[in-house]
């Protein structure tokens, strides 16, 4: 029964997070300019990511994948936001100039 | 991984080389030995002899680097998980809204750069916080300074949230006094 429970659950977690590195990836083609596609991309790799390694985790066998899947979520979670923050700063120090409504897209 | 000593550690580091290299080798080396054991899962001796090796290397690494002493100290590591918990709410529901914004037919995205202010915080909490700030879609850490964080976002209003300072004093807590 339990184990009904855990399956379905991971399942949603799955699909959920397919959903999100979706609309990630949408984001990234509709967005205007440079910084508003970071922030597309920020759905994929925060919540996507983290929802499907949650529900992979609702899946595993051997407390070894469990702790791997963790650390790879402590890791996403870590290394992400600051690539994201060093490839802002430099786009910024490079001068590239923030979209503004009514701007054509780039 | 742990604090600096008090005294001059250049003097110290002239005078015992030896002693204080191993000494800060022993006080660094359990996290990355526990972390090896933990992916490796395999205890025959070769395998052993290179993890241990490979253990002292990211030590080696890390002292030459001189970030020996932004490691964690154990209350704040206890802290962190909570603060990790809420951080992941807040992420959930930003990222809902970026993604209603990246689905609506006509996006009305109002992009703005605003410095929000940042002070009074350690070296720690102030990455801990411009992490957030990237982490959760519709805010984007720019620049860091030292009392403010340039942050891009998708509308005045997520800049706004972020002046009203709920997800610094959380930062705040967390860091807390020693």
């Avoid at chain 1, 983290?50 to 290394?79: D, N, P």
């Avoid at chain 2, 250049?10 to 000494?23: D, I, K, S, T």
């Avoid at chain 2, 689905?103 to 720690?124: G, H, I, K, N």
Wanted: aromatic share 6%.
């Amino acid at each position: 029964m339990t184990l009904i429970v855990l399956d379905v659950l991971s399942g949603i977690l799955l699909v959920a997070g397919a959903l999100f590195l979706l609309s990630g990836a949408v984001g990234l083609l509709r967005f205007p300019d440079f910084y508003t596609r970071i922030h597309a991309v920020g759905v994929t790799d925060a919540v996507g990511a983290g929802l499907i390694l949650l529900g992979l985790l609702l899946r595993t066998t051997g407390w070894e994948t469990g702790i791997r899947l963790v650390i790879i979520l402590f890791f996403m979670a870590l290394t992400s936001p600051t690539a994201t923050h060093i490839l802002a700063h430099a786009a910024r120090r490079d001068g590239v100039r923030v979209w503004r409504k009514g701007d054509p897209r780039r | 991984m742990t604090q600096l000593n008090s005294e001059n550690p250049l003097a110290e580091r002239r005078r015992r080389p030896w002693v204080n290299a191993v000494r800060s080798l022993l006080r660094m080396a359990p996290v990355p030995a526990l972390f090896w054991l933990a992916l490796s899962g395999h205890y025959d001796p070769l395998l052993l002899t290179l993890g241990a090796v490979s253990v002292v290397v990211v030590c080696w690494l890390i002292r030459r680097s001189g970030l020996a002493h932004h490691g964690l100290t154990l209350p704040f590591a206890l802290r962190l998980p909570r603060y990790c918990l809420w951080l992941s709410g807040q992420v959930f529901i930003t990222a809902c809204v970026v993604v209603r914004k990246v689905w609506s037919p006509r996006m009305d995205l109002r992009p703005v750069v605003e410095p929000t202010p940042a002070a009074d915080l350690s070296e720690r909490s102030l990455v801990v916080y411009a992490n957030s700030i990237t982490l959760t879609p519709g805010t984007l850490s720019l620049a860091v300074h030292d009392d403010s964080i340039e942050v891009h976002s998708l509308k005045a209003a997520d800049i706004d949230a972020l002046d009203e300072g709920a997800m610094l004093s959380r930062v705040r807590r967390t860091e807390a006094r020693r």
